[in-house]
């Protein structure tokens, strides 16, 4: 494999990694709390309604996990084309 052809690879697994996860967010935070939030209102959480508290606590547990594993997957993908970060 080509340097060239390696540098593209690279960057196709990196728009992968971050289309995915950003999907997740949206799903996450715009789906759960906006959505479907009349379904989650029915379940509550410390007293509070699903949907509300997606809305203003669960999107943003998700953000900070899922920038752990982005931080974890970049770290693999770039020991795995050779790139220092």
């Given amino acids: 494999m080509t340097e060239s052809e ?9 728009l992968r990694l971050t289309i995915g ?6 799903a ?8 479907f939030r009349d379904f989650f209102d029915q379940f ?4 509070a309604p699903l949907g509300f508290w997606m809305a203003q606590n669960g999107a943003i ?7 752990i594993v ?5 770290s693999a993908l770039e020991r795995k084309y050779g790139i220092k970060g």
Avoid: D, P, Q, T
């Fill in 70 to 74: 982005y931080c974890f997957r970049m």
């Fill in 44 to 47: 509550s959480i410390g007293g």
């Fill in 28 to 35: 996450v935070s715009f789906g759960a709390g906006i959505l």
């Fill in 21 to 26: 996860l950003l999907s997740i967010w949206f």
């Fill in 6 to 14: 390696a540098h593209k690879r690279y960057w196709k697994a990196v």
């Fill in 61 to 67: 547990y998700v953000f900070v996990i899922l920038i």
